[in-house]
């Protein structure tokens, strides 16, 4: 099952045509990640205690379908670890309906806040402080 978070658009979100901004599509992104990641144990407090901290590397939004002021949406997050420093998390904006909004694909790391690099195994750095990646990424 992938991890949602429910979110309401607001108003103030809206941008001259009366739909969301697309900058706040990155918001709903960042919403869901730091939920995700405090779902799964583990969050960015923690990490920075631990001189440790996800970076973004880069994201990209694919738009579907227009989102209006009160519109009620979720938001998913589904980490996919491979074997680099970086790793995948995804983000599907789904309408009441099922319709599906938007599509957010970002790369991140963990970076070592000392070193200012990104640590070699991002799932096991996180594992040891606590994350569960059974809740963000099933069969990791």
Not at 36 to 57: E, M, N, Y
Not at 101 to 123: E, H, N, Q, Y
């Amino acid at each position: 099952m992938t991890f949602r978070v429910p979110l309401q658009v607001r108003s103030y979100e809206l941008d001259a045509l009366g739909h969301v901004n697309h900058a706040v599509y990155h918001q709903y992104g960042e919403v869901a990640r730091v939920a995700g990641f405090q779902a799964a144990g583990c969050d960015w407090d923690g990490l920075v205690a631990q001189k440790l901290s996800p970076v973004l590397l880069s994201t990209t939004v694919n738009f579907r379908r227009e989102l209006r002021a009160n519109e009620h949406v979720e938001a998913s997050c589904e980490a996919k670890f491979g074997s680099g420093k970086s790793f995948h998390l995804d983000t599907v904006i789904t309408k009441a309906d099922g319709t599906i909004s938007a599509d957010i694909t970002c790369v991140l790391g963990i970076m070592d806040l000392d070193a200012r690099k990104l640590v070699a195994d991002p799932l096991g750095t996180l594992r040891a402080v606590g994350f569960d990646a059974e809740i963000l990424a099933p069969g990791a």
